[in-house]
């Protein structure tokens, strides 16, 4: 059973920086994917990042290029998000997701972490 725990979020003014990790478990991950959504009060859950666990193939949604980085550490079969810059816009609870790569750009992957608050005041 594949187990998500997500870690790193909290409360932070507009333009200050927080960093996400998502530490998975129960698997091995080769050719799957790691992506990172959140979910902003009344809106739906949107897209955020992903990164290939065996390969560089990274992915960002518009609003977040050149402020948040993702990155992986393999042997700990963790994912980081890098915030930085961050904007009220940007709050929200922030999910990742483990799956094949289609179904995590698709926003279907079958496992997804429990969720962790980030909240942007201005």
């Known amino acids: 059973q594949v187990q998500l725990v997500e870690s790193g979020g909290g409360l932070v003014q507009a333009g200050g920086s927080l960093r996400l990790s998502c530490a998975a478990s129960g698997r091995t991950f080769d050719n799957y994917a790691t992506g990172w959504f959140r979910q902003a009060p009344g809106k739906a859950r949107e897209f955020v990042a992903s990164?290939?666990?065996?390969?560089?193939?990274?992915m960002y949604a518009n609003s977040v290029k050149g402020r948040f980085t993702i990155s992986r550490d393999n042997a700990k079969n963790t994912v980081y998000l890098q915030m930085n810059s961050l904007k009220p816009e940007d709050t929200g609870v922030y999910y990742c997701?483990?799956?094949?790569?289609?179904?995590?750009?698709?926003?279907?992957?079958?496992?997804w972490g429990q969720g962790t608050q980030v909240t942007v005041s201005s």
């Open positions: 997701a483990v799956d094949l790569p289609p179904r995590v750009i698709l926003g279907k992957s079958n496992y």
């Open positions: 990164i290939i666990w065996s390969g560089e193939a990274i």
